[in-house]
């Protein structure tokens, strides 16, 4: 009983109204049934009117802002009268509809992926192209500070706007979006996730991040923009847009949703790096509770058809003259690389310098952000910080570029706007190559530049401006993600170690390829710190296009992990925890490990009869925050508390019946024309009972809900006695948002939802 | 009430024993407390003793005779002392020893794999060397009649030999053991499946099936052994060789071992293709309702360990020449396949072919074993069957190599033993090369050949012999897998298609490579067959190391695996359902999907009270066969069926407790030393009651048991009314065993086991 803080009756409550129909807010008006239909009402007043019946607070209210998905299917009367009536036709028509979505989700992925793509491709080339030429044609006075000054506007003017795109319009924009992926697939609601505006302001601040020189990648919102467009496709409407097609209505749960989701997520992957199996591992990581294998298969549908879509339209950009371009990223094609077997010895140290490497990233990073949280509030303080933040990167590019003198020939190398600065002709500076891109590029000139094509100076410089400066880009409020940035570090201190190598072992240099340790430095500072081990291995293979390269990957992976994960968590758990979001983790927390349900539950729990005054559930829906009441039978004394479980009925479904006056006393208004659609127009957000103008009619308060039309009939219980392993076992499997704790007697004694598992803070 | 038989109480059921003790079978005697232990025991005896007071049977008996794993950990009051008691060093070392286990059983796996493989390369190796010495010799006179006797000699002697170890030591190693594993992932317990002595007898019978030429793999059979190794290793004690190392004891439950075998499943996969990824898949696409993370780490670690040893191994084999044997089986590597996207409609129609070949090849084998099971019942009919296969086999290679005149020059070709036959001098028998090796290495030769190795001719004659003899092969009483024959079918007749491509339009050639088809013919040949079609991706895509072909292998499977659907089930699945295996499908059947939980549940249910009469257990433990009993309290009139729920006690639970006399009246004997240690020893193989030898003296058939220190006290329950897809969600997602049916007072009504989700027979 001391491990969580329980509801208390708490009557001296301040802010409870006092069942006062709210003016202003109410936009919804109850549809009350006229007088005649009112036999029995005006008898029926026995409840004292103004007076709360009720008045719990929850004292851990706050503790977390987010709600969960409701996964488990309702199966209420009416869902089965529903059921009861579909023909086989409609199953198999259902059937065929999740295909077609997935087709879409594929296709409208790749599309959204293929413009994001294609606009950075070409605005990236006018601003390097832009910046060369003044390079050029300043560098022979020896005068930069002009080139400099236009970098400086031309980072600073994309990333501002960008910055106040997400700080003003949608805040849940920023970052990469992975962690929020991740906690709505594990079941958890984060407001405005996957709404369309998200996606267009996330589209636009990608696009001015990258163009903007920040230190970030594109693939990471690719995944976010995955999950909104399934969740969009998939319902046939757009609040944002306010237009309802009137199509797949009955896709409109929380559990057909997050299937899509899980689909979108997988597609965004293929899209991203060409991985159609990364995809489903990376949705497996977190979803892998709720699996079945027709949604394995519609998740590797929707993948494929987007990493097809994409390379069709890539190809196309590209003048169709090959037909390879199966992600966003890709690192190239590599050469069959082979690997000497005493290599990996080099390569497992590799993983876990990784590992600390990204273990210290992520620390940094996290202080950074909690320093942020608490000192730059703000919006317009949010903006300003990413127009710093892109300052410094071209301060210091500029500065790399300026001070190294690091000149290569030309032709050697791949990159597409070579500077000479104050190089020869004929000669190119490669310091200043390694900016003058975007830093997906620079990846790929890392992975493939021969041998030799960098002083160990230059890698070493760049490593140590671009390793601090991805630290403090992300958290920031712009959009992107934090793979090309991390495999960008990986990759220089992997060059700069296949170059150590050479000088250790001078008669090595035949076989250690530094696009090889540029790779394996890539992937071990990626796991250190994000951890994803399994999808992760999957992507960067399907990503280099090479198997034989597997062990070398996962082993260096591995060893990144393990050593990360002795120090702290990956940087998107970390992003979780520090956001509060209730997530289920994989195991239960150790500190709960001995307890059992009584331990944990809340108590007591507000409870609903079987037939309910209207008076009451008003009552308890102004003045509790709970989402579910079980309904009781038989309550001994009359106290509701002590009744038989019967049924739950979640918070939406009560205010749909008041909005709806689903009365006893009015059922032949409606019992012959509700069905479980009336709830289902309303998903997904239902509106509050703030929201209801509600009538101080006596009569109509004493009017009386019967829920056994409406509530879910078989809800998940457990005995008080059964231990929190099981009853977390029980959670992950099946998605459960409430579980009600009874007696022997199936008495009610209390109610555990997700919250109740998370460690004391 | 329609849908199931039900337990019926059946009073006239003549083989029930009247409690008289058995002779002869009982192999333990009831270790009785002494007299003075028995202060209230004579007392008692209100219960007549020679009349049976409870007599139940199943109707249902012998529709399946499998029974389930106890998945559902019983945190019985034992099993919480123990936990207690546990330190945090313990809980540590527990977790070490996991992932020391996971590595023993990649390295045991990959071990056995390479053993099994060289002695197969060395037979082999010699088998052919020979035959080509005879064919050699004898070709010139013209009389090939001794070499035929020769080759259906070696052929016949080693397929005697496995078919009669298979056939009289331990049938259930015959086959590939896929569909074995694929149930016990799955939850249920197949006798002897993972017994040491089924994995010598496969081993063995491998061996023998491959270098005796049937037509057949040792793939399929490397994942049993996995399994096997997995099991042994994680209990550290064998019954076979009734070793009992007194390690890992805590890993002696259903639960634990469980998760062991996915591991070595997916080791299994790991050493047979050098497919880490695809075996994680593989162990997913069965068990995906179990997984959680850390059993996704260590079945990763298990399988990236068993490729490792094995590359190791056979890297030391060869010579260290080279560090590329992944797998035993690799389809060599390819060159980068290009592929051209016109050609991608050519696959997709390849891959529907395949899955029509390979629903017919199913449906035949199907049929073919069905006569199996009805006419070749005695051990002796099944040896003779199989070696009639083999020599027809040797009678088919022989008359194709002799009639079919189609000579290459030597040099071109990889082959390793070349046979002249009636070719000139420097030419070789291109019909021969097909047969005169092991069917792997001929997969590797269609895969590489240059284009124009074979005549059209070769191979359509090579697919029309291969076929139905594969066909006639899978079900005989021996070792084999099945991989390797359909993909060479599906090879043959992928580079007959190229050939036909090149046909039609001649400009084609330059970029029809037959190997590319011999591939995509090969996975759609595949794909039709087992219909595995995410892991079999991966595990081609690994195998063939070219991840660029990805799009084509997916797009090939997808409609093969589209179209076989279409037709019949896979044909693990066929096997499964013919022996009528009670699996958990991915999905409610069809025609439960509108039932309730009271449709299917089998009642009256035998039921236990908290303090019960060891006279009554004996009773129903003789004269039932039910695994599960619930435990009660409050019996309204005595009647222990309108008990309440108060636990559950298994069968076996209640054997050991006979067996170590634990009763209230003794408890001063034993109570302070039992703990759950004493049910763990008997594990996994409990005597039955039948083994017990129990006394006949009124006083100690009175004592009494007290349940709630073995039940466990929070079974899983469900609703009266609750709907069956639920049930079975709740079944898939927490790998139950028993169900208790209950009413809203929580009296039980009925049991459900996985048994009540088959269809009607």
Redesign the interface.
Same mark, same amino acid.
């Given at each position: 009983m001391t491990q969580k803080q329980r509801l208390l009756v708490d009557s001296s409550d301040d802010d409870i109204s006092d069942n006062e129909s709210r003016p202003g807010n109410g936009n919804l008006i109850i549809n009350l049934a006229p007088e005649e239909g009112d036999p029995d009402g005006a008898g029926n007043g026995a409840m004292p009117n103004n007076q709360p019946v009720f008045s719990l607070r929850r004292r851990k209210r706050g503790q977390s802002q987010y709600e969960s998905l409701d996964y488990d299917?309702c199966?209420n009367v009416l869902w089965?009268e529903e059921?009861?009536k579909i023909e086989q036709r409609t199953t198999v028509r259902k059937d065929f509809a999740r295909w077609i979505i997935s087709m879409q989700i594929g296709i409208g992925t790749a599309l959204v992926a293929c413009g994001i793509n294609i606009v950075i491709d070409q605005m990236s080339f006018l601003k390097y192209s832009f910046l060369k030429r003044e390079v050029d044609q300043n560098v022979l006075n020896g005068d930069l500070s002009i080139p400099y000054l236009y970098w400086v506007l031309t980072n600073v003017v994309p990333v501002m706007v960008g910055a106040t795109l997400v700080a003003y319009v949608e805040p849940v924009a920023a970052g990469s979006g992975i962690p929020q992926v991740k906690c709505y697939l594990n079941g958890v609601k984060i407001p405005r996730i996957v709404r369309i505006k998200t996606l267009a302001v996330k589209a636009v601040g990608v696009v001015t991040s990258v163009v903007g020189g920040l230190a970030g990648g594109k693939e990471g919102p690719m995944i976010h923009s995955g999950a909104v467009i399934a969740a969009g496709l998939s319902q046939g409407k757009s609040t944002t847009f306010r237009r309802d097609l009137r199509i797949f209505e009955y896709f409109r749960d929380d559990h057909e949703k997050r299937d899509f989701v899980v689909g979108g997520a997988a597609a965004g992957v293929a899209a991203a790096f060409g991985a159609?199996?990364g995809g $489903?591992l990376f949705s497996?990581?977190e979803a892998? &509770?709720f699996?079945?294998?027709?949604l394995?298969?519609r998740t590797?549908?929707a993948s $494929?058809i987007s990493?097809?879509t994409l390379?069709?339209v890539l190809s196309a950009y590209h003048g169709l003259s090959s037909?390879?371009y199966?992600g966003l990223f890709n690192l190239g094609?590599f050469e069959?690389l082979p690997?000497?077997?005493y290599e990996l010895p080099i390569f497992i140290l590799m993983g876990v310098f990784g590992g600390m490497s990204g273990a210290f990233w992520n620390c940094v990073n996290n202080r950074i952000n909690i320093f942020r949280a608490r000192y730059i509030k703000s919006r317009w303080a949010r903006v300003l910080e990413a127009a710093f933040v892109a300052a410094i990167g071209a301060t210091g590019a500029c500065a790399m570029a300026y001070s190294i003198n690091d000149c290569r020939p030309l032709g050697n190398d791949p990159t597409l706007t070579p500077v000479q600065l104050f190089c020869e002709d004929n000669e190119y500076n490669a310091a200043a190559a390694l900016w003058f891109q975007t830093p997906e590029a620079t990846v790929k000139a890392l992975f493939h530049d021969p041998p030799g094509s960098h002083k160990i100076l230059t890698l070493a410089v760049f490593v140590l401006i671009y390793y601090p400066l991805s630290c403090v880009t992300y958290g920031l409020s712009v959009s992107l993600g934090i793979f090309i940035p991390t495999l960008l570090v990986g990759a220089a201190w992997g060059r700069l170690t296949a170059s150590f190598v050479v000088l250790a072992f001078p008669g090595s240099s035949i076989f250690v390829h530094p696009g090889k340790y540029a790779l394996i430095g890539a992937a071990a500072q990626l796991g250190g710190v994000v951890r994803m081990?399994?999808s992760l &291995?999957?992507i960067l293979?399907?990503t280099? =296009?090479?198997? =034989?390269f597997?062990?070398p990957i996962?082993?260096t992976l591995?060893a990144a992990k393990w050593c990360g994960d002795y120090f702290n968590e990956g940087v998107y758990d970390n992003q979780i925890k520090a956001s509060k979001v209730p997530m289920l983790p994989?195991?239960v927390d150790p500190s709960l490990r001995?307890n059992i349900a009584e331990d944990i539950m809340n108590q007591p729990v507000v409870c609903v009869r079987r037939k309910e005054k209207v008076n009451y559930i008003i009552d308890i829906l102004k003045n509790t925050t709970h989402n579910g009441f079980p309904v009781v039978?038989d309550a001994e004394d009359g106290v509701r508390e002590n009744g038989?479980?019967?049924g739950l009925i979640l918070r939406s479904q009560l205010v749909v019946i008041l909005m709806r006056s689903m009365y006893i006393e009015t059922s032949r208004f409606w019992r012959d024309l509700v069905t479980i659609q009336s709830f289902r127009k309303e998903y997904p957000r239902y509106p509050t009972i703030e929201d209801l103008k509600i009538s101080e009619d006596k009569t109509l308060r004493n009017y009386t809900v019967d829920m056994r039309l409406f509530m879910n009939? &078989?809800p998940y219980s457990?005995?008080l006695?059964? &231990?929190v392993p099981?009853i977390f076992?029980?959670f992950?499997?099946?998605g459960l948002r409430h579980l009600v704790v009874v007696t022997?007697?199936?008495r009610i004694r209390g109610i555990i939802t997700r919250k109740d598992f998370l460690p004391e803070l």
């Open positions: 299917v199966e089965t059921h009861q159609p199996i $489903i497996l990581e892998a &509770s699996w079945n294998q027709s394995i298969w590797f549908f $494929i990493s097809f390379n069709i037909f390879r199966r094609e069959p690997f000497e077997y081990t399994l &291995s999957v293979l399907e280099t =296009g090479n198997i =034989g597997v062990l996962i082993l591995m994989w195991h001995q039978e038989k479980l019967i009939p &078989s457990v005995n006695k059964t &231990s099981r076992q029980l992950r499997a099946l022997r007697e199936n």
